[in-house]
């Protein structure tokens, strides 16, 4: 066999060798937003954390209108104290699926991004104590990283689409409404984010629909665009206490 042809089988194994890795990622990253997604409706609040990046500062993640939460100490705060703010459980739930996943992996394999629709259901108190069944839609817009060579969670958002209670058609009311008036949600001043909210949307008669955050497109290596934060340039990511000889992607 020829050195040329050597050097060809070479080239194909190592492009093979790409798309294996990468198709392996998106299965480890749809485990990993299936883990959060159970988590979530068990309130294993402490796990939910584990799934976001811990060696990367700038972790981040948005909730509807909440603001944003950065960092480790961030993210803590919005899972084990925001997540946290229903003193009893008992009669609640809190259920979302994931569907219609667009999982892009970059090409040099160290970061990646996806967006999925999430149907709904909840079930909580509202302010006079009586239990309330909801439908809660929302797309979720996550980038992620390799970190230590397993994916974690970079940034989280996830974006509202409708909110209404169970016998009502979401042309009736509004998830804010839902929120604020008939749970009388409030963050504490010990549990507020780091920044404003970025970016919020919710269906009304009156609301054109937005495609955002957009689907991923193929990319070679971080480029800023992230799908958590569409309306902003996201920097490559910093590494602390890592193991990687680089100081980012």
């Known amino acids: 066999m020829s050195e040329e042809k050597i050097r060809e089988l070479e080239e194909k194994i190592k492009k093979l060798e790409g798309e294996i890795e990468r ?13 959060y997604e159970y988590y979530h409706t068990a309130d294993m609040q402490e796990e939910t954390v584990e799934l976001f990046a811990k060696k990367t500062p700038d972790v981040s993640a948005e909730i509807a209108d909440w603001g944003v939460y950065e960092g480790v100490e961030g993210i803590k705060r919005l899972f084990l104290g925001v997540h946290r703010l229903i003193p009893d459980r008992t009669g609640t739930m809190f259920i979302h699926t994931l569907t219609t996943p667009v999982i892009e992996v970059a090409k040099d394999g160290k970061t990646a991004k996806a967006i999925w629709l999430s149907p709904g259901v909840e079930t909580t108190r509202d302010k006079k104590g009586r239990l309330r069944a909801y439908w809660a839609w929302c797309k979720y817009g996550v980038d992620f990283i390799k970190e230590d060579g397993k994916w974690k969670i970079w940034h989280f958002h ?30 504490p001043e010990h549990l507020k984010p780091d920044r404003p ?17 957009p689907p991923p497109e193929p990319y070679e290596k971080w480029d800023g665009k992230s799908v958590a934060f569409p309306l902003e340039h996201v920097p490559p990511p910093k590494f602390i206490n890592s193991h990687r000889d680089e100081d980012s992607v």
């Not at 990622?25 to 749809?30: F, L, S």
Request: glycine share 2%; proline share 5%; charged share 25%.
């Open 158 to 187: 996830v974006y509202p689409i409708f909110m209404t209670y169970y016998e009502k058609s979401w042309v009736e009311t509004s998830s804010r409404k839902v929120e604020r008036e008939e749970r009388g949600f409030h963050i």
């Open 23 to 35: 198709l392996k990622a998106v299965h480890e990253i749809q485990n990993l937003m299936s883990k």
């Open 197 to 213: 909210t970025t970016y919020y949307w919710e269906y009304s008669p009156t609301a054109k629909t937005e495609n955002i955050p």
